[in-house]
């Protein structure tokens, strides 16, 4: 089977073409094309909603006919007729994001699967995080591409870590999960993204800061582990970004031996509640595989050092991270969820959903 998927939920406009084998067991990524508007945000430090929103109406049609081209090696577009054989459904995600940026993705995809008359499966962007790990080639515990989606066994411990979200669930199967947690405040993304402007770093915070860390003493400041004793599977970080804040006050001037300690200080911080409270998950519901999503998991600290833990505590819990390029927002991945979660509707009841969540 061949889904397109559609993603816009914040700034990116992405389409992807992805074949599912019959058997569950393969998921093969034809093509994956994103583009994003964030470079016109760089004076704002941040998204601003109607610009995302108006770039995306410009870049959806252009987008979808380039993941069909590649995917396909012709060069049409994909509102003509003769397309209609090339793809079996339609993924669009629904939800959470924003409403003027979710509505340019779910209203073309309706339009899409009218004209064509293809069925249609609304994704939860979140969920899409997680089957970011089911798509082509996989990353297992040592993070070696080449293992068979197969090698992932449930029930499993999802640590969704993205811009909005900081979530922890549990999966027992394929569309069978449990919300275990989650942050009460900002999510891990955001945190990295409002510090990083603290630090006067460019947007988005995340890679900024794992770039400036890398000169940088994880010891040097001893910023809060939010939460990291509390019983529950919850996330706290807007303290992290007050201790910051704190810090930066009693300082004449922030000068790149001051950013890089501060960005290795808190980016450690992050890190240990994330793995800390994640594998606490995963001793408690005696899982057999840990998943990686988010745009939070591309970076590389995080995974060496979830990975090094793994090793060293013996776990015999497999881990699996997105290959890089999927852990931030892609279609790869809603095309995905789709596959394993293949609920049509009507196109008719298929609606944008700008709160939608795991509960
Ligand atoms: O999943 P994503 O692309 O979009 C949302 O669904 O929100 O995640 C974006 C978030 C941003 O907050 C960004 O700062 C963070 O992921 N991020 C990172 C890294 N790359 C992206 N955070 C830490 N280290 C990174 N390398
Ligand atoms: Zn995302």
């Known amino acids: 089977m061949k889904i397109l998927g559609i993603e816009t939920s914040c700034d990116e406009t992405a389409a992807s073409v992805i ?13 994956n094309v994103v583009t994003t508007s964030l470079p016109l945000y760089k004076k704002t430090g941040g998204i601003v909603p109607e610009t995302a929103a108006r770039e995306q109406i410009k870049y959806i049609i252009p987008v979808i006919n380039q993941a069909i081209g590649k995917a396909f090696k012709f060069r049409d577009s994909i509102f003509r007729a003769g397309t209609r054989k ?175 300690n501060i960005s290795a200080s808190v980016q450690q911080a992050i890190i240990d509640v994330l793995i800390f409270k994640t594998l606490k998950a995963a001793k408690k519901y005696k899982v057999k595989s840990i998943l990686l999503g988010g745009g939070v998991t591309a970076n590389q600290k995080l995974r060496n050092e979830f990975k090094w833990k793994m090793e060293n505590g013996k776990w015999k819990i497999k881990l699996f991270a997105p290959q890089k390029f999927l852990c931030t927002d892609n279609a790869a991945m809603i095309a995905t969820a789709a596959f394993f979660n293949y609920k049509p509707l009507p196109w008719q009841k298929i609606t944008v959903n700008p709160d939608l969540y795991f509960i």
């Open 86 to 260: 090339y793809i079996d459904a339609i993924a669009v995600t629904v939800g959470p994001g924003l409403i003027g940026s979710l509505l340019v993705g779910v209203e073309t995809a309706k339009t899409l699967a009218f004209i064509l008359n293809k069925p249609i499966i609304p994704v939860n962007h979140l969920f899409g995080h997680v089957y970011a790990n089911f798509v082509g080639k996989i990353h297992n515990s040592e993070f070696r591409i080449n293992n068979s989606i197969a090698d992932i066994n449930f029930s499993a411990v999802a640590l969704v870590v993205s811009g909005g979200h900081t979530d922890l669930i549990l999966m027992r199967n394929h569309g069978d999960i449990k919300w275990l947690g989650g942050t009460r405040d900002d999510a891990a993304g955001e945190a990295f993204d409002k510090i990083g402007r603290l630090l006067k770093l460019p947007y988005p915070g995340g890679p900024a800061i794992e770039k400036a860390a890398k000169i940088g003493n994880p010891k040097s400041f001893k910023f809060p582990r939010p939460l990291i004793d509390s019983k529950d599977f919850d996330f706290s970080f807007s303290g992290l970004k007050t201790a910051v804040f704190r810090e930066i006050k009693t300082m004449k001037e922030l000068d790149n031996e001051k950013v890089a």
């Open 19 to 31: 074949k599912g084998d019959s058997n569950g067991k393969n998921v093969k990524l034809l093509s």
